[in-house]
């Protein structure tokens, strides 16, 4: 039943998921169990020019990101699960268009402006990644917090 409403929650998430998946042609890779729920991955068929998302139980990457952009992507999806049909709102622009079309492809910021960005920074803390002398990483099992639900995994 808490499955089922969550699923409501999310879904403007998940319709735009499925389109997503049908569109890019994204195939199914493993399913995580993250935060206390499963989600699926999947990857898209071609390059996607490096995009990943989120949407509720669902997480789409282009099939060069490494585990850690998965995780990260996995931490937004705690945002989409808590914040529910205003996710796509918030998180759609500050990391979509704020952080990522304007701040990184249009004026160029870096990586390390990107990921320090407070939706981004949050992700990364709820999917368990962290700064290693400039690099993000996963964060071995010391550097876990409750924030990043390993007691849930
Ligand atoms: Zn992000």
């Avoid at 042609?25 to 206390?36: F, I, P």
């Avoid at 931490?75 to 808590?82: A, L, M, N, P, T």
């Avoid at 400039?134 to 390993?150: H, I, K, W, Y």
Wanted: glycine letters at 10%; a positive charge.
């Amino acid at each position: 039943m808490k499955y089922f409403f969550l699923f409501l929650w999310q879904l403007p998430q998940h319709i735009l998921a499925g389109v997503l998946i049908l569109l890019t042609r994204a195939r199914y890779t493993h399913t995580v169990r993250w935060c206390n729920r499963w989600i699926r991955v999947y990857r898209t068929a071609r390059a996607n020019g490096r995009w990943g998302i989120s949407l509720g139980f669902f997480t789409i990457l282009d099939p060069a990101f490494n585990q850690v952009t998965e995780r990260h992507e996995l931490g937004h999806g705690v945002d989409s699960c808590r914040m529910g049909p205003i996710y796509l709102f918030w998180v759609g622009f500050w990391s979509a268009l704020m952080h990522n079309l304007i701040g990184s492809r249009i004026l160029g910021r870096g990586y390390e402006w990107y990921y320090t960005r407070r939706v981004e920074a949050r992700a990364d803390r709820y999917g368990g990644v962290v700064w290693h002398n400039g690099q993000r990483v996963l964060a071995n099992a010391s550097e876990l917090t409750p924030d990043n639900c390993q007691n849930l995994v």
